[in-house]
């Protein structure tokens, strides 16, 4: 193993995972000191009957705790704003709630964040905290329960709130934006479609894969991306086969969170700056282009971390195949096991799981990445800050070009990978 | 007890290392404004960037400094060290003096300081994506090749490079950077 010269680490949330895990959330309330929680989530999380579960888990096991659910808002929007923010925060105020409960997944978990900054702060124009560090004290109590198994925002210390009024984006981060309790419950994913619960499970792995082959790689990132990575090739086909499979869907609940401890102090490379590039311009979902795009990130660095990248082949294929597999050809093989695993999702959705763009459709049979598109989202990857991170360089036509492939799915040529 | 008995000790300031530092980032923020105004890429990648953008590039706590932004014609220029009234659009602090060493001293590349967190960037980050690679570029037209592959992750290759820039260009930064136009 190679030790970076300097690295920093830092996870402080408190993680409870389990498949009764809901029935904690009374004692963690206690442990916090709260005893009025503000529930916030969205529609799709109501209408699933996720909130019934949370409150019922909640009345089950307060006997001798003071917890009173002091409001719930369940309108969050998947593209989180500022005027939903103060809205929140407005109820939150007026019902005199002392903590917050976040439940469904990114948006919401950016909601609840940016909520508890107008709270905790009394601010008035949230644009003040924007930016690293502008955040200095502690907020109030947090306690975040995904219910995707992909994004790991609830490890995260970044929220991304839009002001729609002004056109613009404003990122916040402080670790004092980290929730302190993640609860990690299967029930709360048991109703995802098998499409969706395959894609947010390749989201984790792209998580977990960019953790342990990008630039800001360290050895207890690499721990938890490892974990992670043999938690979700060993288990997702199952559950999208056979959805019922709880224990499959605590692995790969458990499988996320481990994920984004790691990306969140590893961070990620090319494979997010075209996805979040890609989402930006033609609204694809998150994990659909995270799972067409890990193959190719992976094949665009080879030259650079190979090695890393060999290593995977052990949690991705089991001991068998990485041993029976010289050492040289074990990073092109990861990446076949990937492509495997792709497939594999396909069949097992009845084709609806995407391999490459051009694959990508909306609900109404809507083409979602033209080809005509490549050019924009290559132009808009060149703003994003992710590149950074990755091993090799990349220019516009670099990134044109892996779009491209990516939208026929064509495997990289990777003699014509420009190295320097 | 009588703290007052108990001097506060300050660390040690390391005039040379910031010096040194000094002079680099002078040399840097010059070389900006020299490339520029030679380069087309640079030109461009400028001309997108906001009016009033002025990036800081300095070192915690306390400097040294080094400002470059766009003057009212949209030129780009160095604005010395010292902060003169406009606030920075983009601020680029390294955390430390000793950091600042490994970067300007080239066993550290921009980008592996960045993932090491020893770069803090308060600002857009899509002007701070541009600002890397401007910086890159400028490594590349100051530095023998030896030196630059350490600095930028990925050197341009002599026949990706058009020799008549790389020559022409490099002659003409150096000179713009020393003289200052």
């Given at each position: 193993m190679q030790l970076p010269g300097y690295y920093e680490f830092c996870s402080r949330v408190k993680m409870i995972a389990g498949h009764?895990?809901?029935?904690q959330i009374p004692e963690a309330l206690l442990a916090l000191k709260s005893e009025k929680p503000l529930i916030i989530t969205d529609k799709g999380v109501a209408a699933a009957g996720l909130i019934k579960q949370v409150t019922s888990a909640m009345n089950k096991s307060k006997k001798g705790t003071k917890v009173k659910i002091g409001a719930t808002y369940d309108?969050?929007?998947p593209d989180s704003d500022i005027t939903v923010v103060n809205e929140v925060a407005k109820l939150y105020k007026s019902k005199k709630c002392d903590s917050i409960i976040a439940v469904g997944g990114g948006s919401v978990l950016d909601t609840a964040k940016g909520v508890n900054i107008v709270v905790s702060e009394n601010a008035t124009d949230l644009m003040q905290y924007s930016g690293y560090g502008a955040i200095k004290r502690k907020l109030n109590p947090t306690i975040a329960i995904p219910t995707t198994s992909g994004t790991g925002s609830e490890m995260t210390l970044v929220a991304v709130i839009a002001d729609h009024s002004k056109n613009i984006k404003m990122v916040f981060g402080s670790y004092f934006l980290l929730p302190d309790y993640a609860i990690i419950d299967s029930r709360m994913t048991k109703t995802l479609p098998a499409s969706i619960t395959a894609f947010t499970a390749m989201d984790a792995l792209t998580h977990a894969v960019e953790a342990y082959t990008c630039l800001g790689k360290n050895p207890v990132s690499d721990a938890m991306a490892m974990s992670a990575i043999q938690l979700v090739t060993q288990n997702v086909v199952n559950v999208v086969k056979k959805p019922n499979d709880m224990d499959g869907r605590l692995a790969l609940a458990n499988a996320s969170t481990m994920a984004g401890i790691a990306f969140s102090n590893s961070m990620v490379g090319m494979v997010h700056t075209l996805g979040h590039a890609t989402g930006g311009v033609c609204h694809v979902p998150h994990g659909i282009c995270m799972n067409i795009l890990l193959p190719y990130g992976l094949e665009y660095n080879m030259h650079k971390t190979g090695n890393y990248i060999g290593e995977l082949l052990y949690p991705l294929a089991g001991e068998e195949v990485y041993n029976s597999t010289p050492k040289k050809e074990r990073p092109t093989k990861t990446v076949e096991q990937i492509r495997k695993l792709i497939q594999d999702l396909h069949d097992a959705t009845g084709g609806r799981h995407p391999r490459w763009f051009k694959e990508v459709y909306d609900r109404d049979g809507?083409?979602?990445?033209?080809?005509?598109?490549l050019p924009d989202i290559a132009k808009t990857a060149m703003s994003d800050a992710s590149q950074f991170y990755n091993p090799e360089d990349l220019d516009y036509n670099d990134f044109l070009w892996v779009m491209e492939n990516a939208w026929e799915g064509t495997p990289l040529n990777r003699k014509k990978v420009k190295k320097g | 007890m009588d703290y007052n008995r108990y001097p506060e000790i300050q660390a040690g300031g390391k005039p040379f290392k910031k010096m040194y530092i000094a002079i680099m980032l002078w040399v840097v923020g010059r070389a900006m404004q020299a490339a520029a105004r030679t380069d087309r890429e640079l030109k461009e990648e400028f001309a997108a960037l906001r009016d009033d953008f002025l990036l800081k590039l300095w070192v915690l706590p306390g400097g040294p400094a080094m400002l470059v932004g766009k003057d009212q014609k949209g030129r780009v220029k160095y604005f010395g060290w010292k902060e003169s009234g406009e606030k920075p659009t983009l601020t680029m602090s390294v955390k430390n003096i000793e950091a600042a060493m490994l970067m300007f001293t080239f066993q550290e590349s921009t980008t592996i300081a960045t993932a090491r967190e020893r770069l803090v960037v308060d600002g857009d980050l899509p002007d701070a994506c541009a600002v890397v690679r401007v910086l890159n570029t400028v490594e590349t037209y100051l530095l023998p090749k030896v030196i630059a592959k350490l600095a930028v992750k990925r050197y341009p290759k002599w026949s990706q490079m058009n020799p008549f820039k790389k020559h022409l260009g490099r002659i003409a930064v150096y000179a713009r950077t020393f003289i200052g136009v």
């Open positions: 009764n895990a809901l029935e309108n969050v929007p809507n083409l979602m990445v033209s080809r005509e598109k | -």
